[in-house]
């Protein structure tokens, strides 16, 4: 059974700590794994990768994909009280499926 | 330029009632997907539609349903509504199908008493 699994389901950190999400997928056919930042209702776009090994960076932000391992981690370096939010990994994989894990919740308190 | 636009933004029905929800896409957006969250659980994939054809559905029964209009907005439809289908629905739309970034609406509230 296709499956996406996020780590940790949650996180509670001080403002300035790094934080590292991680995204492991069970697919066939892979072909995409995108981040999303949930903070009320709509997901916001953070990257999509589709290579392994191929660093994606925004600021104080990173992911990394790891296509024999089969998992994604999200770096969130000097965490601020705004990234506080649900992050989420979605995985779409053979011709036309899609996939959402359940998320990680991170709390950022100052 | 707009974003994705969804309406409306609450919705309270009650069971066995019918629920219509919009969404319209950004400009030049093909492809419309619509999930469902519900309270404590993630997003589940509903429905995916590009070119007015419908691509993929998720795990979800019959009843949810809906359609592509040839301006690219969609309508999802939920018939003999049930308690558990409370949740907020959420829209996306892509330029091409399924493996680019997707751009997601606001949300429509659905509570069912």
């Known amino acids: 059974e296709d499956k996406v699994v996020q780590s940790p389901l949650s996180l509670v950190v001080h403002e300035g700590d790094t934080v590292t999400l991680n995204c492991s997928y069970e697919?066939?056919?892979?072909?995409?794994l995108l981040w999303y930042k949930q903070e009320k209702k709509a997901p916001t776009f953070l990257f999509m990768l589709?290579?392994?090994?191929i660093e994606k960076k925004s600021g104080r932000l990173s992911s990394i994909l790891d296509k024999k391992e089969l998992f994604s981690i999200l770096n969130i370096t000097a965490t601020q009280t705004g990234d506080s939010a649900i992050y989420l990994c979605?995985?779409?994989?053979?011709?036309?499926?899609?996939?959402f894990g359940t998320g990680t919740r991170l709390q950022v308190f100052p | 330029e707009a974003g994705v636009t969804q309406s409306p933004t609450h919705l309270i029905k009650t069971r066995g009632q019918q629920a219509t929800l919009r969404c319209s896409p950004i400009?030049?957006?093909?492809?419309v997907y619509w999930y469902q969250q519900a309270l404590g659980l993630g997003l589940q994939f509903l429905l995916w539609?590009?070119?007015?054809?419908?691509?993929n559905r998720g795990n979800f029964p019959p009843r949810f349903s809906g359609r592509q209009f040839p301006n690219y907005s969609s309508e999802l439809n939920v018939n003999a509504l049930e308690l558990e289908d409370s949740a907020l629905y959420l829209c996306?739309?892509?330029?091409?199908?399924?493996?680019?970034?997707?751009?997601f609406g606001p949300g429509t509230r659905l509570t069912v008493l």
């Open positions: 697919v066939t056919n892979f072909r995409s």
């Open positions: 589709t290579s392994s090994g």
């Open positions: 400009s030049g957006h093909t492809s």
């Open positions: 979605l995985i779409s994989y053979n011709t036309d499926k899609l996939i």
């Open positions: 996306a739309s892509s330029s091409t199908s399924g493996f680019n970034e997707q751009f």
């Open positions: 539609y590009d070119e007015g054809e419908e691509r």
